[in-house]
Structure formats: structure tokens, C-alpha cells
């Protein structure tokens, strides 16, 4: 396909499917463990193997991501992440099962290191908008997936479908994108860090050692947010609060309709009025403030609302947060994903396991208080990030006293 925008679109389509994969594994909980002759904690530890593989494999795959294009990481990635999506269902060996979450994660870090710079790359113009994009599409398809596990539930039908429905969907993906013309190669991308040379007019060079790190550090506590949400909001609730399980498990798209709203606002507003920096600063407020009531909330109904508005406010961090390291550091995207992309893998890796000790030795409500102090590192770090990129984009006082 020779539309410059049809690996964008493959991309985005990968997402979608993805935004099912991820929460794969937390979503059949019940399922796992009785196949898998498990417990919670068990399958959390699958979480954390998922989450080792992506850590394993990033940083490279970005950097090989830089030298050799974005087209055999996307189509590679896509076709692994098929494979652990079929394979966790048809198995019933606890450790063959964790092998498969290994390859889920290193399908992940390829998905990863070849489709944030490739969605850059197709609109260079508009970074921001282009990688929050990609958390609606994964929004899009984490909405879907419980609707289908309780469709699948319902009507007696084996819970691996909901496995291999998205499967399917990256198999088909790999091979339009197998068609498709990606935007990076040596004469593209000199032409994009030309025109993005053009777009960060900064008044000094970006430290690494400051808000390189400190966005870093976004890419840690955002994500470790959202897996702690997915992983144990249904079991809180169902828990502490006394929900059904297909009640508990529908608040994830409660969650998700939030995030899927927030990131088409984020969306619009970021190409009129919004900078990135403003909403990687406000929404750990926001979670903050959604996690305290949520923990404190009796009413189903209230849960439902505060799972809506800890979605929205979770939405596009991590996005965002990569896009503002990539306009920093513009030259080494493939690169700059990767080192991101590690820190959110040290989330996905460490977060399941650190949690499921914590609901293994104390209860789901520890799991919460842990969650506020994750957030409250990420308000300061958001602050630092912020202060810098309002200090790098403001006109010089020299420059500012020469124009009056």
C-alpha cells in the first residue's frame, strides 16, 4: 500500500488488538487460575513475566529500531503477540504458560520500538496528537474486551476465544503492514529531524540528567498506575466493596469509556490551545484525588463513576510523557522510546509481582495506599518536567528586554 499514512494506520490497528492483550491475562483471572491450578497471585506472577520479557528486550529493539527501520518491529511484533495470545489458553502447564507471557512482552517492546517512532514520523508536525492517539485505540479495545469475556461467559463459549479474536486481528495487520510503506529511512528521516529542528525552538539545549530523567520516570509511575488499576480494581471491588464478579469486571469499562473520552479531548485540544506538559501534570492529580474517594466509597454506583474519572485521568501519560522525551532528544527516537519504554516495563515487570505479595500478605486495600505513593511521585516528577519545559520555551529575559 503506498499511502504514506498506511503504516500509521497498521500501527494504530495493532493497538487496538493490543489494548485487548495487555489486560488479557488480569481480565481471565478466574479462568487461569483454575486451569492453570494457580491462585490470584500466580497469575499475577504471569503479569510480572510479561512484564520481564518487554524489560529484556527494549532498550535493543529501539536502538536496532534506529538503524535498520521500524517496519520489522512492528510486523515482528505483531506476529509474536499473535502467538501469546494463542498459546496461554491452549496450555494447562503453569510454566509453559509463563513462557508465553515472556514472549507476550517481547512481542510488546518490538510493537513498541518500531510504532511510536513511526507515528511521529507520519505526522512530525504533530507528535503529541499522534502518540495519544495511540492510547485510544487502546482504549477502543480494552472497552471491548470485557463486554466479550462476559458475552463469551454467558453463552457457555471456551474463554480462549477472547484470546484469539484479537490474535486473529494482529495476524491480519501483519500483512497489510507487510504492504505498507513506513515513513522511516535515511533520506525520510533526515528530512522529519530537519523539520522537527524547525518545531523545538528551545532557548537552551534539554538536560537528560533533568527532564530526561524525570520523563523517565513518568514512564515508570504512569503505567504503574494503569496495571495496578486494571490488574485490581475488579478485585477490589468485588473484595472490599461486595460486587458481583461481572459487575467488578465491568468497571474496567467504566474505566476505559474515561480513558477513551480523555484521550479524544487530549487529542483535539493538543493541536489548538493544550500542551502536553499541562496534562502530564494535572491528570496524577486527578487520579490522586479519584483513588482516595474510590477508597473510601461504599455505594456500586460511586465506584462506577470514580472508575470512569481514574480512567480519563490515567489516559495518555505515558504518551505524552514520550512525546515531550522524543521532541527533547529528537535525533534518537528509536532510542529514547526504548529507555522510556524500559522504565514502563520496569512498571509492567514489578508492579503484578510487588502487588500480588502485598494482597498475598496483607489485603487488596495495602495494594491501593501503595498506588497513592507511586501517584504522589508522580506529581513531583510531572512538576519538575513542567517548571523545565516552561523555562526551556520561554523567550529569554535578554531577548524580551530587546523587544521592549
Request: hydrophobic share 50%; proline share 4%.
Amino acid at each position: 500500500m503506498n499511502s504514506k499514512y498506511a503504516a500509521a494506520i497498521g500501527s494504530y490497528i495493532n493497538y487496538f488488538a493490543f489494548g485487548m492483550a495487555y489486560i488479557m491475562i488480569a481480565q481471565n483471572m478466574s479462568f487461569l487460575t483454575e486451569r492453570l491450578g494457580t491462585d490470584n497471585a500466580g497469575v499475577s506472577f504471569l503479569v510480572s513475566a510479561y512484564g520481564i520479557g518487554r524489560l529484556a528486550s527494549l532498550y535493543i529493539s529501539g536502538h536496532l529500531s534506529d538503524k535498520i527501520g521500524r517496519k520489522p518491529f512492528v510486523i515482528t511484533g505483531a506476529l509474536l503477540c499473535a502467538a501469546f495470545l494463542i498459546g496461554i489458553p491452549l496450555t494447562t502447564h503453569y510454566e509453559v504458560a509463563l513462557m508465553f507471557a515472556v514472549l507476550g512482552g517481547l512481542s510488546n517492546a518490538f510493537l513498541d520500538a518500531g510504532t511510536y517512532p513511526t507515528v511521529m514520523e507520519s505526522f512530525p508536525k504533530h507528535t503529541g496528537t499522534a502518540t495519544v492517539s495511540v492510547k485510544a485505540f487502546i482504549s477502543v479495545g480494552s472497552l471491548i474486551l470485557p463486554f466479550m469475556i462476559t458475552f463469551f461467559l454467558n453463552h457457555g463459549i471456551f474463554f480462549g476465544w477472547s484470546f484469539f479474536v484479537p490474535a486473529m486481528i494482529f495476524i491480519g495487520s501483519a500483512l497489510f503492514l507487510s504492504r505498507a510503506k513506513f515513513p522511516y529511512s535515511k533520506e525520510t528521516n533526515a528530512h522529519a529531524e530537519a523539520t522537527q529542528a524547525a518545531l523545538n525552538q528551545f532557548t537552551e539545549a534539554p538536560k537528560f540528567q533533568i527532564e530526561g530523567l524525570a520523563l523517565i520516570g513518568i514512564g515508570f509511575t504512569a503505567p504503574a498506575l494503569l496495571y495496578l488499576m486494571n490488574i485490581w480494581m475488579p478485585t477490589y471491588a468485588e473484595e472490599v466493596i461486595g460486587m458481583s464478579l461481572t459487575s467488578s469486571l465491568k468497571l474496567l469499562s467504566y474505566y476505559n469509556i474515561g480513558a477513551f473520552i480523555s484521550v479524544i479531548l487530549v487529542a483535539i485540544a493538543l493541536r489548538k490551545w493544550l500542551k502536553p506538559t499541562h496534562v502530564i501534570l494535572a491528570y496524577p492529580i486527578m487520579t490522586m484525588a479519584g483513588t482516595i474517594l474510590l477508597m473510601n466509597a461504599k455505594s456500586p454506583l460511586l465506584v462506577a463513576i470514580l472508575a470512569f474519572v481514574i480512567g480519563f485521568s490515567l489516559a495518555g501519560v505515558m504518551q505524552l510523557a514520550l512525546g515531550v522525551l522524543c521532541d527533547f532528544f529528537w535525533k534518537n527516537k528509536g532510542r529514547m522510546t526504548g529507555i522510556h519504554c524500559t522504565a514502563t516495563s520496569l512498571a509492567t515487570a514489578g508492579i503484578p509481582f510487588v502487588t500480588g505479595l502485598i494482597t498475598r500478605y496483607v489485603d487488596v486495600t495495602g495494594v491501593f495506599m501503595f498506588s497513592l505513593c507511586i501517584n504522589a511521585l508522580g506529581i513531583v516528577l510531572a512538576s519538575i518536567v513542567f517548571y523545565r519545559y516552561r523555562k526551556l520555551t520561554m523567550p529569554k529575559q535578554t531577548e524580551m528586554n530587546t523587544a521592549a
